[in-house]
């Protein structure tokens, strides 16, 4: 769309406010109130509850396993340099290539693993966000609530709105009735 196609129709939509609204547009008095709001803290929610704790332990142990994996590369390639200068010129050439095949194995074994682990991590954190999300969700359904918000977006709020630990006991009970 071009220039002026954009301005005819910031301008109708525009025209099209003021003839729904009036002159003055759409006040606070016109929104329909909001009866029963909750907040959440989604960082203690996300840090409490136990499937996050699990599978950071699982993630520790495969990133613990890596390392060690490295350690041997790192190892081999280290005792192939302290070897390298006892061999003559011709043996010392052929170990060099064997060494840098090994640092380009272990580069690529670093990518690899990195790029595994943060697959690993994203899926795990979507996976219990969607859960923490369907909980707060079933959770302000059940009890009539109108508008849930993050603790993160309120400049202030008083305790007796807080459904932090209420939603942290259904996910944590919920996860303790799972089949393991």
């Known amino acids: 769309m071009n220039r002026i196609g954009r301005a005819v129709g910031a301008g109708s939509l525009a025209f099209g406010l003021l003839l729904a609204f ?82 380009r194995t272990l580069a690529s074994f670093d990518r690899s693993a990195k790029e595994g682990l943060r697959r690993q991590r994203d899926d795990a ?19 009539g609530l109108e508008l849930v918000l993050s603790d993160r977006a309120v400049l202030y709020g008083i305790d007796a709105i807080d459904i932090t630990d209420e939603i942290l006991k259904i996910l944590n009970d919920h996860y303790g009735k799972r089949p393991s």
């Open 22 to 103: 009036g002159p003055s547009g759409l006040r606070a008095g016109d929104l329909p109130p909001v009866s029963k709001i909750a907040t959440v803290n989604l960082d203690k929610v996300f840090a409490e509850y136990e499937r996050t704790k699990k599978s950071d332990a699982q993630l520790e142990q495969l990133s613990g396993s890596k390392q060690q994996e490295r350690e041997k590369m790192v190892s081999e390639i280290k005792n192939l340099r302290e070897e390298l200068v006892l061999l003559n010129e011709e043996s010392r050439a052929q170990r060099q290539q064997t060494i840098e095949e090994k640092l």
């Open 125 to 143: 954190v979507k996976g219990i966000l969607e859960e923490i999300e369907s909980a707060v969700s079933g959770y302000a359904k059940e009890h």
